[in-house]
């Protein structure tokens, strides 16, 4: 029992030197005592990383609902499990009991069952942080539906490439959405995607702005009527420990989207035992992740990890900025958050307005604060832990990825001592190794390297749907018999982990990981452009910016530069979505090339990052001359 919440630092070491010496009796004693089982399984853990194959709680049987919803009605039937806060203020804030909850879920997974969704089929998920998103992943999660969450600031065309990939048979989504003072037609451009996605039947749509919206006879449903006579009990599914719970697409360095797959046993215990231990959470407190449920926190850290423990989780409509740069304060005073989990990109948004936006507020409730998805820097760090923790709540620096379903290196809060720009000791079970240029593990402390991970942990993606040879490839080929993570971090003089960044082509924009190559393929389907090429530079705010270099065709010279560069990223916002759009376009006459014909980012990035005194040796590029050119006109 008590190693399922820890409070000590020595307990920390005591369980974390458990957990890695007798991995499977240690998870084993987790998913026993702490979850409800339709049956036992055979076997904890079967592994192997050259296939790869990793299986959890083999041949266990389960419904994560049962676990997130049924179990909690007993004891926690009235609290509130999501507590709703739209986007205009003046609205009122919605708690949605456990039963209630359940009850729409129920109700909702009826629903889905009504219109021929089975255990296994992919249903697309495209909606606004509105309740309905929450009851719709539970729901396919209730019947073994298998969910595909898509951010819905995601293109028509970003949008009909996911729901093919995995080939959706339905699609939920919303008239439109609120963003601050702005809406949004979501309809309209699921409507503009499926022209490209024949095998959809049917489109579920709930209503939330009111706004006219087409309704294809036969295909398009209103929800709420549907909700409103559907049954609201619905007996869960029951799912083997290793089938699909959900697909999420994640962008890769090279090519489409990957759609990383995770599994119903593994992906529970471990979203649940983070959660616990990572944010401190007890019985009355209110937690709050700003994310959206599109990203892997919000399924992680929204949905699953905080219901699995009876928690009362905050699920938030709106944007930092609206009505002003007051609003996530006056929501931390308004339901007396505890825990407050937000990105470092809104962080340093906020950071810059007047302090008097925060001094407004009554902050007093908050007890742990949490940072994810880049690297905060330090500034960020010192101004939220000045300012909105008073220097008395810890700050957790989670490190993690879509693809490790949960936390993987993070302080636990009022154990680990903090240090600003740190995540810290790997988490409970989790086994972080630094590897050197020749493949090596490096030893020892005060070494830097490239992170990954050596031994399975419960909520590791399994494969990338339809594509298990590029989950080989992209994350065990690199270094014999383990997990490459993409990312560069160094460990300090005590065994502290920090995180340096990407090592691969992926940017990290707002907190939005942009893989370089779908942005470029994009760019060059102007009928103006030629080639380009896209790197990350420092911005103040979204941590890093894009900034484009683009080679024009003959029939592109005479034309006007600003109007082309707003075509581009016109072209690039219907494409993929106004995340992905460049903050600088540079008109260039070649690219740096090295004789095998690749393009040197590394010289691009330093002229894009104003660093452009000392680039190395160019010598060996096929064009050394067009760097200077490229580097007098940089913008
Ligand atoms: C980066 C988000 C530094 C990292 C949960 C990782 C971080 C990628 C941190 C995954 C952190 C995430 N410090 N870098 N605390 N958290 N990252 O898949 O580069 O959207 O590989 O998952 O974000 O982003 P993803």
């Not at 040879?469 to 005590?494: H, P, Q, S």
Request: glycine share 6%; charged share 25%; hydrophobic share 35%.
């Amino acid at each position: 029992m008590s190693n399922y919440h820890i409070k000590q630092l020595e307990e920390y070491f005591q369980v974390y030197r458990k957990s890695v010496n007798n991995p499977e009796s240690f998870w084993e004693e987790i998913a026993e005592e702490h979850f409800v089982w339709r049956k036992k399984w055979d076997q904890v853990l079967e592994w192997d990383f050259s296939k790869p194959e990793v299986k959890w709680f083999k041949n266990a049987k389960l419904n994560i609902t049962e676990n997130c919803l049924d179990r909690h009605l007993p004891t926690r039937g009235d609290k509130t499990a999501l507590l709703f806060e739209p986007n205009n203020p003046k609205e009122e804030a919605q708690h949605i009991s456990y039963r209630k909850l359940h009850e729409k879920v129920c109700q909702m997974a009826n629903v889905l069952k009504d219109h021929g969704i089975k255990k296994g089929d992919r249903v697309c998920i495209y909606l606004p942080m509105i309740p309905e998103l929450a009851f719709a992943v539970l729901a396919c999660a209730r019947i073994g539906a298998v969910h595909s969450v898509v951010f819905a600031g995601f293109s028509a065309t970003a949008l009909s490439t996911r729901i093919n990939d995995c080939d959706c048979k339905m699609v939920i989504t919303a008239d439109g959405s609120y963003r601050g003072a702005k809406t949004l037609n979501l309809k309209s451009i699921v409507d503009v995607a499926l022209e490209d996605c024949p095998e959809v039947k049917s489109v579920l749509v709930a209503q939330r702005t009111g706004e006219k919206i087409d309704m294809v006879e036969g295909r398009d449903h209103w929800l709420k009527p549907l909700l409103d006579k559907a049954y609201s009990d619905c007996t869960a599914e029951v799912m083997d420990a290793e089938d699909p719970l959900f697909i999420l697409y994640t962008s890769g360095s090279t090519g489409k989207p990957k759609g990383m797959v995770h599994t119903c046993a593994g992906y529970m215990v471990y979203t649940a035992y983070t959660f616990k231990n990572i944010f401190q959470y007890r019985e009355e407190d209110v937690y709050w992740c700003t994310a959206d449920i599109g990203w892997i926190t919000g399924h992680s850290y929204i949905v699953y990890g905080p219901l699995a423990n009876g928690a009362t989780t905050v699920m938030f409509e709106g944007v930092p900025s609206y009505p002003d740069y007051g609003r996530f304060w006056e929501v931390v005073q308004k339901h007396k958050v505890n825990q407050f989990y937000t990105a470092p990109t809104a962080i340093r948004a906020l950071a810059k307005e007047q302090l008097e936006h925060v001094e407004k507020y009554d902050l007093s409730s908050l007890k742990v604060l949490g940072t994810v998805g880049e690297p905060i820097n330090e500034e960020a760090w010192h101004w939220y832990n000045n300012n909105i923790g008073k220097k008395k709540s810890p700050i957790v620096d989670t490190w993690w990825q879509t693809e490790t379903g949960g936390i993987m290196i993070s302080p636990i809060p009022y154990v680990t001592p903090t240090t600003p720009t740190y995540a810290t000791l790997p988490f409970i079970g989790i086994q972080p190794a630094l590897m050197d240029e020749k493949s090596n593990e490096i030893q020892g402390n005060q070494v830097e390297g490239r992170l990954c991970i050596k031994f399975p942990w419960p909520s590791m993606a399994r494969t990338i749907w339809g594509n298990h040879e590029r989950y080989r490839d992209t994350y065990f080929a690199a270094y014999e018999n383990k997990y490459f993570t993409g990312d560069g971090a160094l460990r300090d003089a005590v065994g502290y982990y920090r995180i340096t960044g990407r090592v691969d082509d992926v940017i990290i924009v707002s907190g939005h990981n942009l893989g370089t190559a779908p942005i470029e393929d994009s760019i060059n389907e102007h009928p103006a452009v030629a080639e380009s090429a896209i790197v990350g530079f420092p911005h103040d705010i979204k941590g890093n910016a894009l900034y484009g270099f683009v080679i024009l065709k003959e029939v592109g010279q005479s034309r006007d530069r600003d109007n082309l560069r707003k075509e581009i990223n016109q072209q690039i916002t219907e494409q993929i979505g106004p995340i992905a759009k460049l903050d600088k376009i540079q008109f260039v006459p070649g690219l740096p090339k090295t004789r095998s014909g690749k393009i040197m980012r590394r010289i691009l990035r330093k002229i894009a990052g104003k660093d452009a005194k000392n680039l190395g040796d160019i010598s060996t590029l096929l064009n050394p001359e067009v760097v200077k050119e490229i580097k007098d006109n940089a913008l």
